[in-house]
């Protein structure tokens, strides 16, 4: 079935459980939806709501959070006094577990039958206590692949799943470890993957598009074997890829610190709008103009041409020593009045450089929201994966 005619008979779906009853909240409804694959009337939909009217009812104020897995065998849930709950297409109670009550939501075809368990856990797996130092990669993988902590490791099987990960690369993992400066504090996560500040001066990223690995690479191996343009990008001095996560790859990088610009402006609302907004619209026509700038010099087609020249270093430096020349006096200086004072005076020339290497070595990860400022007092682009979306 085409994804829009899914996406409308789950609206269908969600509308007519709703006036009938509102007991299909969230990821249940989603997940009945997606054992039928989507070929639900709404004469079923109100059938099945009807005939399990009661015990619906009784299950109306468990949070269904818990992403099932995708062949949506389970759905794990919680209610408010911090009972756990499963359904399942099978009638197997969760392993290692006191089965306090059982349900079942009879079915009505295309609908398979559910059995619904509420459940206390027990030992669901003898998790090692010597790899208690690796659980903060749970959270980390949870939101790269979508599954919701903690109700995903609810179930035994994956965190048996999770053990034998790390197990199998204990290696790598504590190679990693080891430049820890202090236990792994999330930061964040976006897309892609999960940032983790690991000291005063590193973070690490944990993440799984092979793309973003390549460019992360890339981006670390042009520092490694041409000095000339150290100094010009976020440095990354560790990357590689810690092992595979069922089927999935699961790659890292420690990367230099840095907080972004803008988290350093002020929020807040004047009489031309959100101050913020319009800063970071002032810092991307800024950035727009010295993109402009850098390849309008007479000399970049030839340093273009010759990007994979050893030297290339030494090029880029003197064009952006051109390029700052003609543009330092026409610059706007209110864009940095937020942390102009964390700025090295020479800032505006390096993020040229920066600039200037990164369009000659065809990377256009330029955007002005992927900027931070180093412990050192520079802007540098942070995620050498960005996309080109602004320049």
Same mark, same amino acid.
């Given at each position: 079935?085409?994804?829009?005619?899914?996406?409308?008979q789950?609206?269908l779906?969600?509308?007519?459980a709703e006036?009938?009853?509102?007991i299909?909240?969230?990821?249940l409804?989603?997940f009945?939806?997606?054992?039928? @694959? %989507?070929?639900?009337t709404p004469?079923?939909?109100?059938?099945? *709501?009807?005939a399990n009217?009661?015990?619906?009812?009784?299950?109306?104020?468990?949070?269904w959070?818990?992403?099932?897995?995708?062949?949506?065998?389970?759905l794990f849930?919680?209610?408010?006094? %911090?009972?756990r709950?499963?359904i399942? #297409?099978?009638s197997?109670p969760?392993?290692?577990?006191h089965?306090?009550q059982?349900y079942i939501? @009879?079915g009505?075809?295309?609908?398979p #039958?559910?059995?619904?368990? /509420?459940?206390?856990?027990?030992?669901?797996?003898?998790?090692?206590?010597?790899?208690g130092?690796?659980?903060?990669?749970?959270?980390?993988l949870c939101?790269m692949?979508?599954?919701?902590?903690?109700?995903?490791?609810?179930?035994p099987?994956?965190?048996?799943?999770? *053990?034998?990960?790390? @197990?199998?690369?204990?290696?790598?993992?504590?190679s990693?470890?080891?430049?820890?400066?202090?236990?792994p504090?999330p930061?964040?996560?976006?897309?892609d993957g999960?940032v983790?500040?690991?000291?005063?001066?590193?973070i690490?990223? =944990?993440?799984?598009?092979q793309?973003?690995?390549?460019?992360a690479?890339?981006?670390?191996?042009r520092?490694?074997k041409?000095h000339?343009?150290a100094? #010009?990008?976020?440095?990354?001095d560790?990357?590689? @890829? =810690?092992?595979?996560?069922g089927?999935?790859p699961?790659y890292y990088? =420690?990367?230099e /610190?840095?907080?972004?610009v803008?988290n350093f402006l002020?929020n807040?609302?004047d009489?031309n709008g959100?101050r913020?907004?319009?800063?970071m619209?002032?810092?991307?026509?800024?950035?727009?103009?010295i993109?402009k700038?850098i390849?309008?010099?007479?000399?970049?087609?030839a340093?273009?041409?010759n990007?994979?020249?050893?030297?290339?270093?030494?090029?880029?430096?003197?064009?952006?020593?051109?390029v700052?020349n003609?543009?330092v006096?026409?610059?706007?200086?209110? =864009?940095?009045?937020?942390?102009? %004072?964390?700025?090295?005076p020479?800032w505006?020339?390096?993020?040229?450089?920066e600039?200037?290497g990164?369009?000659?070595?065809?990377?256009m990860?330029? /955007?002005?929201?992927? *900027?931070?400022?180093? %412990?050192?007092g520079?802007?540098?682009?942070?995620?050498?994966?960005?996309?080109p979306?602004?320049?």
């Amino acid at each position: 079935m085409h994804y829009g005619d899914l996406y409308i008979q789950a609206k269908l779906f969600y509308k007519m459980a709703e006036e009938t009853l509102d007991i299909l909240p969230g990821n249940l409804y989603k997940f009945v939806m997606y054992k039928t @694959q %989507g070929k639900i009337t709404p004469e079923v939909a109100d059938s099945f *709501v009807v005939a399990n009217k009661t015990t619906l009812s009784k299950l109306k104020f468990v949070d269904w959070s818990g992403n099932f897995e995708k062949n949506g065998s389970k759905l794990f849930g919680e209610d408010g006094d %911090g009972e756990r709950y499963m359904i399942s #297409t099978e009638s197997t109670p969760p392993k290692n577990s006191h089965v306090k009550q059982s349900y079942i939501l @009879q079915g009505k075809h295309p609908i398979p #039958t559910l059995y619904v368990f /509420r459940y206390e856990r027990g030992s669901d797996v003898e998790f090692p206590k010597e790899l208690g130092h690796y659980l903060f990669l749970m959270p980390a993988l949870c939101d790269m692949f979508d599954v919701a902590y903690p109700y995903y490791f609810q179930d035994p099987d994956h965190m048996n799943d999770f *053990v034998e990960f790390v @197990q199998k690369n204990k290696a790598k993992i504590d190679s990693i470890r080891s430049r820890f400066q202090h236990e792994p504090k999330p930061l964040g996560s976006g897309s892609d993957g999960f940032v983790f500040a690991i000291g005063k001066d590193r973070i690490l990223k =944990i993440f799984k598009q092979q793309f973003s690995y390549q460019a992360a690479k890339e981006s670390a191996n042009r520092i490694w074997k041409q000095h000339g343009i150290a100094g #010009t990008e976020a440095y990354i001095d560790d990357i590689g @890829q =810690i092992g595979n996560f069922g089927e999935h790859p699961v790659y890292y990088y =420690i990367q230099e /610190r840095m907080e972004t610009v803008f988290n350093f402006l002020k929020n807040d609302v004047d009489f031309n709008g959100n101050r913020r907004d319009r800063k970071m619209s002032q810092i991307t026509d800024f950035m727009k103009d010295i993109a402009k700038t850098i390849k309008n010099d007479p000399n970049y087609p030839a340093i273009y041409r010759n990007k994979n020249n050893p030297r290339i270093g030494n090029a880029i430096r003197s064009l952006a020593e051109r390029v700052y020349n003609r543009i330092v006096y026409f610059v706007n200086e209110e =864009i940095t009045d937020d942390f102009a %004072g964390k700025l090295q005076p020479d800032w505006m020339l390096k993020l040229i450089e920066e600039m200037a290497g990164k369009l000659i070595t065809d990377r256009m990860d330029l /955007r002005s929201y992927n *900027v931070g400022i180093t %412990g050192n007092g520079y802007l540098r682009f942070f995620d050498p994966a960005f996309d080109p979306k602004e320049l």
